[in-house]
């Protein structure tokens, strides 16, 4: 053995020198292989486990083998400790892999003298029964110590009998089975312990059964799991079983991970910081590095307190492991990245000064040592010139921590109010009519609050004066209180919600100043409680076409592609989340019109390309990959597989409610067969995605939908092939198409599937919208169009005798405007085709000014004319109102576009604008 190497280990630990004294031979043996240089692989610890305890059958041998094995391994770990060459994450996961080994060696010697005595145990429904061993704390996070303990929960399927000659029921047989397990691991010999094993999580705790079915673990989480049982069981995790080991912790996902954000969470862990202070200053354990200020424990809080508010909507938070759940943290901008580099690193330190301790004697301990001689060994071990310099960098470290454990859990949000209650009300009665009273008292005396369980009125009755509160300091306090009573109503019952408010400073207030502006925002929020969180944390930026799509990318990865409801959960979130975020942005921000609607399309297209890439992996999966027309495979990278976006989609135009027009192309041979071993024709394949991909973004949920889609402008309308290959669209467009279908292909634009083919798509939309036409037969038929629209769609005459103008529908609006666009691509892009460029009105014409088409001034106020209207259009739509305005306020916008139009295509127009 390497003699320096070897002094460090032994000046590390005295626990390594008693091992190297009973144990030489077999650690020279073991130096021989690698000199300790090399981490071991999860499975070299399972061979080493398998070869050691190989043919024992005397359960004295088999202890003794294994213990043997346990004290080898820690002179090899302390070695490696001491003289750095490991880390903390490569140590803890061996420790926690020779943990699990140990488990699964001594479970399966434990089985077979329980099976010769009493059978197999048999569940109700015939199949043989697992004892299923789910690991906690540490080991569950695979983060176990140089000395720690293991904390193990034992559960079995269901219950049922043995089927042996003394027949017991299956729960009394996993007792035996577990009790065997652990004396195996746990009992002291002359040879020591594998590991201490604590069954103190279990359901009820010391004196409670040592195994527990399936059902009746589930009853007892739902019915009286307590907070800190939550915060335990984020770190479970299955060391032995199959299948039902994995439905069993799947079931505890919804009792620690809150479907909806859980800021109730933030009382609890309250609660719980306050029991760690005062036990800190109880127990005097300043200098424990684990439970004292600053410690390891506190860490692992500030992670887990994030974990338990948010995991249940940012799956990326669910990990066990602290460094990770950590780092998520900074990634989805829970801490800030300076936070994550401070804990991360007082996380690693103290988990290193743990080592140090515990590798002394091998004692489960974190309290630093007292003696000079052992203070010492670890100042030496830790690579610090004395004591002194140690606690002087380690104090460093555990302040960082203790300021962001303070940091978090601190105080209630938002002060009492400044007034009494009384006054509050009092002031609050002199601002409602008799309506808005009438409201309030309905509400507060209604069955809705009787039914109400004791926590949730309690709740209720803290959050109402916060409210009365910022609704009496809002512009429209009457406004702001009507339309969010619905919204108080809606998530009452979900006291998390009230409680959100409370603690997130500043939310409140931005929620009433949202309500007097955006009666849309509030119903959003109403029907859709869990974009709460999302409101109420933005920062009112426009969101990023690449930030959507790393987001959206990254939340379906960890969803398997056959867990279809979670994918579509995935997908409605990430719409109606981005959408609110752009509209708090166009609202309190004022973001630019064009910029509003950019952010808006984005989140449609990567919503579409994601739903795509969904659809065509979930057939493909059943059926295999399609050929292309050229004999090629068409993986999903190769697709030849797009859509094209028509509308406001395809003009980049989109507004808060708008649905989408989507056209389904393939170039893919119908007849050849998908290579799966459930082939069926490229031609089905293509329409089964198409299928699924409607699938998933229209079908209504509690959570809404994705979004409404209208496949109308495919060829031949209702009556056509959902899919249509480029061949036959060609054909059509060419051949069959009416004007106003070319008409449509004007917005219309190449937006998901292979790039190839949304090339060849962008060409053919080219071709067919430069074929030369008579200006006057296009004059003509965009002037039919126009005017049936009108009558199917415009303001009565009735309405315009009363002023009214439809902004959309009405001459001077919206689609008029829309229409002289088309018309200049139609009639002239056949003599200059940058005009068949884009899709998007503004672009298009500007390109008309620029070829001399139409003036200069004639497009500067066209432009501005359209984007006032479109601008005023989103607007109502976050009133909820809709588009009819006061005619008389839009009646010099109005006329600059009709006379345009009357220039441009209808000579006979007039402009009796207010009396149409």
Known sequence: MNAEQLQKTLHASQYAEQVLG???????????????????????????????????????????????????????????????????????????????????????????????????????????????????????????????????????????????????????????????????????????????????????????????????????????????????????????????????????????????????????????????????????????????AGGIREVEFIVQVFQLIYGGSKLELQDRQCLVSLRHLGEVGLLDHQSVLDLEDAYLFLRRVEHAIQALNDQQTQSLPTEPELRQRITDTLGFTDWDAFLEFLNQKRSKVTFQFEHLIKEKGLESPTESFSQLESQLNEVLDDDAKNLIH???????????????????????????????????????????????????????????????????????????VSPWICEELTHYPVLLDE??????????????????????????????????????????????????????????????????????????????????????????????????????????????????????????????????????????DTDGQKPISSFEFAMRVAQKFMSLMTTQTLDGRVYEIDTRLRPSGEAGLLVTSLKAFEQYQLKSAWLWEHQAIVRARSIAGEQSLRNKFEELRCKILTLPREEETVRREVLNMRQKMKDHLGSSKEQKKDGIFHLKQDAGGIVDIEFMAQYVVLAWSGTNQDLAHYSDNVRILEDAAKAGCLSSDDVSALIQAYLSERAESHRLALANHNMQVSAADWHDTREVVCKLWQRLIDPTATFALERE
């Open 22 to 292: 009973l144990h030489q031979i077999a650690l020279e043996q073991d130096y021989a292989v690698d000199g300790f240089q090399k981490s071991l692989s999860t499975q070299q610890i399972q061979q080493l486990v398998y070869d050691n305890l190989l043919d024992i059958q005397d359960e004295m041998a088999w202890m003794k083998a294994l213990r043997i094995l346990r004290a080898r391994l820690m002179f090899r770990w302390i070695w490696q400790d001491a003289n750095q060459l490991t880390d903390v994450v490569t140590l803890t996961r061996e420790l926690s892999d020779f943990a699990d080994v140990s488990i699964v060696a001594a479970k399966a010697f434990a089985l077979p003298p329980l099976i010769a005595k009493h059978g197999e145990p048999i569940g109700y429904h015939g199949d043989v029964q697992d004892l299923i061993v789910i690991g906690m704390g540490k080991l569950g996070a695979q983060e176990l110590n140089l000395s720690s303990d293991i904390d193990l929960i034992f559960a079995f399927d269901e219950q049922g009998e043995t089927n042996g000659r003394k027949c017991i029921d299956v729960q009394q047989f996993c007792i035996l089975w577990g009790q065997k397990l652990i004396y195996l691991l746990d009992h002291i010999t002359a040879d020591g312990f594998v590991f201490r094993v604590d069954m103190r999580l279990r359901p009820w705790g010391d004196g409670s059964a040592l195994a527990i079915s399936h059902v009746a673990l589930e009853k007892y989480l739902s019915q009286h799991g307590r907070e800190w049982e939550r915060y335990a069981w984020i770190k479970a995790r299955i060391i032995t079983s199959g299948k039902d080991g994995d439905d069993l912790l799947e079931m505890t996902r919804p009792f620690v991970f809150r479907k909806y954000v859980d800021y109730t969470a933030f009382e609890a862990m309250r609660e719980m910081k306050a029991m760690i202070e005062r036990e800190v200053a109880r127990r005097n354990i300043a200098d424990d590095i684990k439970l004292g």
């Open 442 to 516: 309905e509400f507060w005396y209604g069955h809705a609050i009787k039914k109400l369980p004791a926590k949730a009125v309690q709740r209720l009755k803290e959050f109402w004066p916060h409210l009365v509160e910022a609704v009496l300091q809002s512009n429209h306090p009457q406004m702001a209180l009507t339309r969010l009573m619905p919204l108080v109503e809606s998530v009452m019952r979900r006291t998390v919600y009230l409680v959100m408010l409370i603690e997130s400073k500043g939310a409140l207030q931005r929620l009433v100043k949202m309500a007097t």
């Open 535 to 672: 409101f109420l944390s933005m920062d009112f930026e426009l969101p990023k076409r690449k930030d959507l799509e790393d987001s959206l990318r990254q939340q379906l990865l960890r969803i398997e592609i056959d867990q279809v409801e979670d994918q579509m959960r995935v997908l409605r979130l990430f719409k109606k989340s981005n959408v609110l975020t752009v509209a708090a942005s166009d609202v309190l921000a004022e973001s630019p019109l064009m910029k509003v609607s950019d952010a808006l399309t984005d989140i449609a297209e990567v919503s579409v390309i994601a739903t795509l890439n969904l659809a065509y992996q979930m057939v493909a999966k059943r059926h295999g990959y399609p050929i292309d027309a050229d004999g090629v495979r068409c993986s999903l990278d190769h697709m030849a597989f797009a859509v094209a976006g028509y509308g406001k989609l395809g003009g980049i135009e989109l507004g808060y409610g708008s649905d989408l027009d989507l056209v389904f192309l393939h170039y893919m041979d119908e007849q050849a």
